[in-house]
């Protein structure tokens, strides 16, 4: 397998599949689990299933969009996908989304298989150039990219032999505003054990504190970047250099003084909400202590007669 392509070729993925693919490889391992023994014997670590499906989108010039993806079936001996399931599934989105096609397949796993290349062969009728999309499930912290990579496949000469082999793609992801809010919803889910506002909070302060890290390491990195172009370490990059000054040049907006009345308006009015809210709450406590004060004091005057009130 080679390092990169040099195709040429511009991938952009849409949240959807990467939803789509998770799902279904988390709905075959939970229904691939053997029961729990009753004796508490520890059960042997099973091998971790594999999905497979089509992925389907457009492709303009040199730009390859995938927007969705749906199952297939997988026949484990010959190593091939259902054709007519693949068929069926295929003819029914043509009614639904006319200008989607089948731009390839997506698989589960490390690393691509040798019995993959005899599922990508078999698509070529389909499409000439398929792409592989390959999810790899296992959990790693210490990685920060998506656990994700797309595969072209490529005809290389190997000890006299042509042969195709896969290369490992870039690709970047992209949104529409619907995906947007999708994902957004998705994201903010309420827990099914019925996890308070406190537990929401939490979760939503530790979303933002991971955006933040993520965005402090990466202009660490540019930094470090510039730095070393200034030394001379690396060669100079006209192009890089023309994104950063444009992105700085956003940055002086925020030192205006229409900018701080505004931040400092909308500030006062926050915190103001905020007095509001509590004084209302502490009136609110105040007049049930009263209420139940009055509702005391009125049965003892009603059985011994009127006390001093001290």
């Not at 999905?51 to 492709?59: A, D, K, L, P, S």
């Not at 007519?84 to 997506?106: I, R, T």
């Not at 510039?226 to 925020?254: E, F, H, T, W, Y």
């Amino acid at each position: 397998m080679a390092s990169s392509s040099s195709s040429g070729l511009t991938f952009k993925l849409h949240p959807l599949v990467l939803l789509n693919i998770s799902d279904h490889y988390t709905r075959v391992k939970s229904q691939s689990q053997p029961p729990h023994s009753s004796n508490g014997a520890a059960d042997s670590p099973s091998v971790p299933p594999r999905v497979f499906g089509c992925v389907i989108g457009v492709q303009s010039g040199r730009t390859v969009e995938i927007f969705n993806s749906f199952e297939l079936l997988y026949d484990p001996v010959t190593h091939s996908l259902g054709r007519a399931f693949l068929e069926k599934k295929q003819e029914l989105y043509k009614k639904v989304s006319p200008n989607f096609y089948v731009l390839g397949w997506y698989s589960s796993g490390s690393d691509a298989h040798e019995s993959d290349m005899h599922i990508h062969k078999a698509l070529m009728d389909i499409n000439e150039s398929p792409v592989y999309v390959l999810l790899n499930p296992s959990i790693n912290h210490a990685q920060k990219d998506l656990p994700l990579t797309i595969y072209e496949s490529e005809l290389h000469v190997i000890d006299g032999i042509p042969q195709l082999i896969f290369v490992q793609a870039s690709y970047q992801i992209e949104t529409v505003e619907a995906e947007r809010i999708s994902v957004d919803h998705v994201a903010h889910l309420k827990p099914s054990d019925g996890g308070s506002a406190a537990t929401q909070l939490a979760a939503h302060l530790t979303g933002i504190h991971s955006a933040i890290k993520m965005l402090n390491s990466r202009i660490r990195v540019l930094h470090h970047y510039l730095l070393a172009m200034q030394k001379g370490d690396i060669p100079c990059d006209n192009s890089l250099l023309r994104q950063v000054s444009s992105l700085l040049r956003r940055l002086p907006a925020i030192e205006l003084e229409k900018f701080k009345d505004d931040f400092l308006m909308e500030y006062n009015d926050t915190l103001l909400v905020s007095y509001l809210a509590m004084f209302t709450n502490c009136s609110s406590t105040m007049n049930e202590l009263v209420d139940k004060f009055s509702t005391a004091y009125d049965r003892h005057s009603r059985r011994g007669g009127r006390t001093a009130f001290i």
